[in-house]
């Protein structure tokens, strides 16, 4: 059974820009959560999806987004870059109910 | 607010060592406690803890969580160097995970 998988690994770009993360959950998973972790921080939440609605939402500016397609894979953009976006984003998908999350590598966005 | 606060930030060991890990958390309607080990980039699942006082055990590794005093430990006997690793505590509630910031765990051979 194949993982999480996310792409791209890594991801340079400059302020102003912005970026799209792509997340294919676990076949059969129909949650998936995205998560910013930087240096000291920990885990922070941004949002999760499940069946292609967004059901909770962490404290992130507007600038963050995101979206689930029918077969579950999630796709995180992040508008209007800053240099405070540089972080590694980690992707998670569980079957329902948050429990037992399973996480991808991540991708690693440096921020110019 | 809720929050999820891990201890130490970071420790140094010697292989064969014994270390507790602490996390403490403070969140309404709580469903659970996981924790999870992150060596290079995934977090790779570990325990997860619903009820207090039953010890969860994994090899070395063993984990105990208290509703009352709302904390949990995880316990590494007989540390190896693979042990080495960022080890992160979170906690469900409603639908919502909110981790804690990690302990660094680093043993020395």
């Known amino acids: 059974k194949a993982g999480v998988t996310q792409t791209p690994r890594y991801l340079i770009k400059t302020r102003g820009q912005q970026v799209t993360l792509s997340c294919s959950p676990i076949s059969g998973h129909r949650s998936v959560s995205w998560y910013q972790q930087t240096p000291g921080q920990g885990l922070q939440f941004l949002f999760e999806y499940f069946s292609e609605t967004q059901r909770n939402k962490g404290n992130f500016p507007g600038r963050f987004s995101g979206r689930q397609f029918s077969n579950s894979r999630s ?4 508008s209007t870059l800053e240099l405070g976006d540089s972080a590694l984003y980690l992707c998670a998908s569980c079957y329902g109910n ?5 996480f991808g590598s991540g991708t690693q966005l440096s921020v110019l | 607010e809720d929050k999820v606060v891990q201890s130490p930030l970071s420790l140094v060991v ?26 290079k980039k995934a977090p790779t699942f570990l325990f997860m803890l619903t009820s207090s006082g039953i010890e969860k055990k994994s ?7 208290d509703k009352k005093e709302l904390f949990s430990i995880l316990n590494i006997t007989a540390t190896q160097t693979g042990d080495s690793a960022v080890y992160l505590c979170a906690v469900l509630y409603g639908n919502k995970l909110v981790f804690g910031a990690g302990t660094i765990l680093r043993v020395k051979s």
């Open chain 1, 98 to 102: 948050n429990e037992k999350l399973f």
């Open chain 1, 75 to 78: 796709e995180m953009n992040v």
């Open chain 2, 14 to 39: 010697h292989e064969g060592d014994t270390v507790t890990l602490n996390c403490s958390y403070e969140v309404t309607n709580f469903r659970s406690l996981l924790w999870y080990k992150q060596e």
């Open chain 2, 59 to 65: 090899g070395r590794l063993s984990s105990i969580l």
